[in-house]
């Protein structure tokens, strides 16, 4: 089973704080994605990854960066984060001909 | 830009019953994917629809892409308690093989015992 794991379940940080937020894959994908997930908005992707240390922006990448330094690993990183980025957070990883992506748990974020 | 639609949004359901969920989206695409959220947890893939009269079944769902008239359908038969969740359809933007997907805003359905 592919397995895709976050760093935190839950995280309350505080307007301005620089926050980390961690996604490790086990099956040797390629492609790793960073979506959030807001009330009647759907998913909307922030950022995605087709291997190490390559980066491409998605639909809302504004107040948010990434990392991938090791192709299991993809990290989110708000700079300063603002109330408005309060909100689920959906790693996902992805490789083959299908373009399946596989989730992980999600990190629901508070920024107070 | 890519618009996916999905309808309804809420769906209250008689276990037994059966029901259609649609989703509508814009621009051409030739694959489309159906995934399951359940309450506090993640997405989980269930179905991966990649060409035109696509279909797939799994139980009391079963899912189909009718991509000239840019549409899917995830139907339900005789529906159960553990059918409860809210349901996504993604579709790629790109039309012909990517990562990239929109998603609609999910329908949330419940199956009344």
């Known amino acids: 089973d592919v397995k895709v794991t976050q760093s935190s379940r839950y995280l309350v940080k505080r307007t301005g704080e620089k926050v980390f937020l961690e996604c490790v894959q086990d099956?040797?994908?390629?492609?790793m994605f960073w979506y959030r997930q807001d009330p009647g908005l759907g998913l909307r992707l922030i950022y995605f990854?087709?291997?190490?240390?390559?980066?491409e922006k998605g639909d809302i990448p504004e107040g948010y960066s990434v990392s991938r330094e090791k192709k299991e690993r993809f990290s989110l990183i708000l700079e300063s984060a603002s109330t408005n980025q309060t909100s689920m957070y959906l790693c996902a990883s992805g490789r083959g001909t299908t373009y399946e992506q596989y989730f992980g748990p999600g990190t629901r974020l508070t920024v107070t | 830009e890519l618009k996916v639609e999905q309808n309804p949004l809420f769906l209250s359901m008689q276990e037994g019953k059966n029901y259609t969920i649609y989703c509508n989206y814009s621009t051409t695409s030739d694959r489309l994917y159906w995934y399951r959220q359940d309450p506090g947890k993640s997405l989980e893939s269930l179905f991966v629809?990649?060409?035109?009269?696509a279909v797939k079944q799994e139980g009391r769902l079963m899912a189909s892409l009718d991509t000239k008239a840019r549409l899917s359908t995830l139907h339900i038969t005789a529906a159960v308690h553990d059918l409860s969740a809210t349901y996504f359809c993604?579709?790629?933007?790109?039309?012909?093989?990517?990562?990239?997907?929109?998603f609609g805003k999910g329908t949330k359905l419940s199956v009344i015992p």
């Open positions: 993604a579709v790629d933007r790109s039309g012909a093989g990517s990562y990239q997907l929109t």
């Open positions: 099956m040797d994908h390629e492609n």
């Open positions: 990854s087709y291997d190490v240390k390559m980066k």
């Open positions: 629809l990649l060409s035109n009269g």
